[in-house]
């Protein structure tokens, strides 16, 4: 079996893959502070409630955009599953070609999700990331990565609003009935909700004119959910490309 481990800013995202079949997912809240004991023993806590032995476990694949936590993972792997994970770099081989100006600027859960979209969707594509940051990435239908667009997620600009005003209340991430919202907490959810929306149709839209309209559009992260009737856009909604992205990745570089 394969281990796949997410490492984003908010959540770690953790798959279990029995060949191309994603079987177990677990997701715990990021904290850079945590050693790979502490992430170890709620690893194999899950994993125990899902009657899956530490030993099933063959190979390990990470990306990961929180650096301090890398090689955690890392020794968390080697000391807990005796399996020496690939951790995507720069330099992995992942089957898509960086056309950024600095490639290695580029996230590596960015690669690791365009190198899923193609593989399972075909190009060209758009994929819309919508987690703590919101973010678009272009792939075309030869494989290669052309950049993308980053925003500010919708979890964040809600915090933002809540921490930096005096009256206005946190809400939950809903759609509200009209765009005019007749409540603070309406308003709030239209300016979120219908505002994003709108962020990310047009997002679309532009991408389309520059890579081709018959570019296929596949939303993943927490929020894609919340939006996805607002925006009217997606073609797929995969909220585990990027575990499936590890999985292709690796086999990339077994041998």
């Known amino acids: 079996m394969l281990i796949a481990i997410d490492i984003g800013n908010t959540n770690i995202t953790i798959g279990l893959f029995r060949e191309s079949e994603l079987v177990s997912t677990w997701r715990f809240s990021t904290d850079s502070q945590k050693t790979s004991d502490e992430y170890g023993l709620l690893l194999k806590q899950v994993m125990s409630y899902n009657n899956i032995e530490v030993a099933q476990i063959e190979a390990a694949a990470i990306c990961s955009v929180v ?4 090689p955690t993972f890392e020794s968390l792997c080697r000391i807990y599953m005796d399996v020496n994970p690939l951790t995507v770099v720069a330099e992995t081989k992942t089957g898509i070609k960086v056309l950024y100006d600095s490639p290695r600027d580029v996230g590596t859960d960015r690669i690791v999700d365009a190198a899923a979209a193609h593989h399972l969707y075909g190009g060209p594509c758009i994929i819309v990331d919508l987690g703590t940051a919101t973010v678009f990435d272009a792939v075309n239908e030869r494989a290669e990565y052309l950049g993308g667009a980053i925003a500010p997620g919708m979890i964040v600009s809600a915090d933002s609003l809540y921490r930096s005003t005096s009256q206005l209340r946190r809400v939950e991430l809903n759609a509200p009935d009209q765009a005019i919202g007749k409540n603070t907490t309406h308003s709030i959810q239209s ?7 709108e962020l990310i149709k047009g997002m679309i839209a ?8 018959d570019a296929t559009v596949i939303a993943t992260g927490g929020q894609a959910i ?3 009737d607002q925006v009217g856009e997606f073609d797929y909604i995969d909220p585990d490309l990027t575990l499936k992205g590890l999985r292709i990745v690796h086999s990339l570089n077994i041998n």
Request: proline share 9%.
């Open 67 to 70: 650096p301090p936590l890398t």
């Open 191 to 197: 300016g979120l909700v219908f505002g994003y929306s």
């Open 206 to 213: 532009r991408f389309k004119k520059e890579i081709g309209t």
């Open 226 to 228: 919340i939006v996805k």
